[in-house]
T-cell receptor, first 112, second 115 residues
Framework: GNSVTQMEGPVTLSEEAFLTINCTYT??????LFWYVQYPGEGLQLLLK?????DKGSNKGFEATYRKETTSFHLEKGSVQVSDSAVYFC???????????FGKGTRLSVIA | NAGVTQTPKFRVLKTGQSMTLLCAQD?????MYWYRQDPGMGLRLIHY???????AKGEVPDGYNVSRLKKQNFLLGLESAAPSQTSVYFC??????????????FGPGTRLLVL
């Protein structure tokens, strides 16, 4: 079946540190891949996405590359800020008309 | 545009009581979804709808019912609330089709406590 596995949190970093949140997936066919972010007290919002192999999604300094050979979509940012503190969800959209599949989320805390 | 709105924001129920959560979207989206979010479990899909008058079961549908009588509204009902249904509920919506471009837009959530 389709599934997403994310690194467990929480992740605590100092401001300006490098961030990597690992995400791997299992899916048949050619899924699209997403990162959603949930800021405290809010709903989720799309951060970035990639729809085919080797695509790189980017937004707000975050990047993730769709690696079909390693079935991964790791989220990276070169220099995190306190305002990046949130929960990050990796998700995949399977081929066909079926809903998104979310990972369990990774909580990031950035301290000044 | 208000986007996706949810009513109420917070509710306390006693075991066995019933309630309905309302989700409304003003983006003319075909697809709507109800999720629950629990600590360490991520988001789990309860029910979804691919258009007005349609509903389908998600990953954790037991104990919930839904209705999509109008395109802009998606209702989630709890007929007999149980403490296991204590959670934060999120509604989301998305455009129809174009599966590889789908972006879901989420509401702010409803926090439900069942005593």
């Amino acid at each position: 079946g389709n599934s997403v596995t994310q690194m467990e949190g929480p992740v605590t970093l100092s401001e300006e540190a490098f961030l990597t949140i690992n995400c791997t997936y299992t899916a048949t066919g050619y899924p699209s891949l997403f990162w959603y972010v949930q800021y405290p007290g809010e709903g989720l919002q799309l951060l970035l996405k990639a729809t085919k192999a080797d695509d790189k999604g980017s937004n707000k300094g975050f990047e993730a590359t769709y690696r079909k050979e390693t079935t991964s979509f790791h989220l990276e940012k070169g220099s995190v800020q306190v305002s990046d503190s949130a929960v990050y969800f990796c998700a995949l959209l399977p081929s066909g008309n079926t809903p998104l599949v979310f990972g369990k989320g990774t909580r990031l805390s950035v301290i000044a | 545009n208000a986007g996706v709105t949810q009513t109420p924001k917070f509710r306390v129920l006693k075991t066995g009581q019933s309630m309905t959560l309302l989700c409304a979207q003003d983006m003319n989206h075909e697809y709507m979804y109800w999720y629950r979010q629990d600590p360490g479990m991520g988001l789990r899909l309860i029910h979804y709808s691919v258009g007005e008058g349609t509903t389908a079961k998600g990953e954790v549908p037991d104990g919930y019912n839904v209705s999509r009588l109008k395109k802009q509204n998606f209702l989630l009902g709890l007929e007999s609330a149980a403490p296991s249904q204590t959670s934060v509920y999120f509604c989301a919506s998305s455009y129809k089709g174009l599966a590889d471009q789908e972006t879901q837009y989420f509401g702010p959530g409803t926090r439900l406590l069942v005593l």
